[in-house]
């Protein structure tokens, strides 16, 4: 079994695979406190629940595949897979470990480690050229060539950020339940709110999607868009640009850094 780790800066999703298969996963929130002792035991409640893992930490891992945007927590994690999974193989993703997929950036090694294990996914799963729709703290876009190469994207403010900040700075406005409203006129300030995050992001993922897909191919047909994240559901039904979801993309793409990988430790 490959235990696959993604840390956010929001939510830290964990995944256990059995072969090129996902069967489970948990989502937790991503603290930079905890230490490496903490996060074991976090790992061992989670996964001594799993009836194909034995009670004792680490029964029945043979493998793990980490990536952070988190450095604090990328540290402990280290730790952890040091002093408590010292003999599984372990992959973190960094600077060094081969991905397969060409970083055509100005400086690659400030690409953040979660775009790229999107863009291996991608290529493996749909091919090049592709567009990903990242729903996470940020919105990120990141773009494939049709060689399978990363050539860039974009971020922007997550639709959280965005409702937070709305409560914030808004003096008659408050953190409201993201859902869809009712329709695009909002009957009341929730309503106005929800139909301005829902349809705005919308809106927005349709005109930074299309204008990469022009830059990407000739035909925008040729192009791939794939969207991935824990708020992608919200925008699914809304955006007319959306060909794939694939909600454990990041995961899948851990899997195949693994695989690429462990053969040379």
């Given amino acids: ?35 490496a002792d903490e996060l074991a035991v976090l790992l061992q409640g989670l996964m001594g629940m799993h009836p194909l893992l034995g009670d004792e930490l680490g029964d029945g891992i043979d493998g793990i595949a980490i990536c952070a945007t988190v450095p604090s927590v990328l540290h402990e994690l280290r730790e952890v897979t040091r002093r408590y999974y ?18 055509l950036t100005d400086n690659p090694k400030e690409v953040g480690a979660d775009r790229i294990i999107n863009a291996v996914a991608a290529v493996e799963l749909y091919g090049g050229p592709a567009v990903v729709v990242d729903f996470g703290t940020a919105t990120t876009f990141d773009a494939v060539s049709a060689r399978g190469e990363y050539i860039g994207g974009v971020i922007a403010p997550g ?26 006129i909002g009957k009341n300030t929730v309503e106005a709110m929800q139909s301005g995050i829902v349809f705005g992001f919308a ?45 454990w993309l990041t995961l899948i793409g851990l899997r195949l850094v693994y695989e690429r990988n462990v053969a040379r430790m």
């Fill in 1 to 35: 079994m490959l235990l696959t780790i993604d840390v956010g800066n929001t939510h830290t999703v964990l995944g256990l695979f059995d072969g090129e298969d996902i069967v489970e996963h948990w989502r937790i929130s991503t603290d930079a406190r905890r230490t």
């Fill in 86 to 103: 010292g003999d599984v193989p372990a992959v973190l993703v960094e600077p060094g470990v081969k991905t397969g997929v060409p970083i």
């Fill in 159 to 184: 639709i959280e950020i965005s409702v937070e900040a709305l409560g914030v700075k808004g003096a008659q406005l408050r953190k409201i339940e993201v859902a869809r409203p009712r329709s695009v």
């Fill in 203 to 247: 809106g927005q993922v349709d005109g930074v999607v299309n204008r990469m897909v022009r830059e990407l191919a000739d035909d925008p047909d040729d192009v791939t868009v794939i969207a991935t994240g824990g708020l992608a559901p919200m925008v699914l039904g809304e955006s007319s640009v959306i060909d794939e979801h694939e909600p």
